[in-house]
């Protein structure tokens, strides 16, 4: 995977809020450690799920890209998903 993906779940997180990226009132580095996670999408050979807790968020990441977010708690816009060409963001509400 030649992309680096911790901007692709910044960005996808704040598109599930609504927001920019910089207007997010965390970062990603105080919940992953964002090298751990392209170390981990270096090994192109390996499949892999990753998920992790953010504030009201659920992310999941997956070796071929794709960043899934949950929206917990309905503190986020209504659900929204946005297809890009090297990977998927979903953003979908949960209880």
Excluded: Q
Excluded at 33 to 53: G, H, K, S, V
Aim: hydrophobic letters at 40%.
């Amino acid at each position: 995977m030649e992309d680096f993906l911790a901007p692709k779940i910044v960005e996808a997180v704040a598109d599930a809020e609504g927001v920019e990226p910089a207007e997010l009132d965390f970062t990603l580095y105080e919940h992953v450690e964002p090298d751990a996670i392209e170390l981990l999408a270096a090994n192109e050979t390996a499949t892999w799920t990753l998920t992790f807790e953010l504030p009201n968020h659920d992310v999941t990441v997956t070796s071929d890209g794709r960043v899934l977010v949950d929206v917990l708690d309905g503190h986020a816009r209504e659900p929204a998903s946005t297809d890009a060409p090297d990977a998927e963001t979903v953003c979908s509400e949960g209880g």
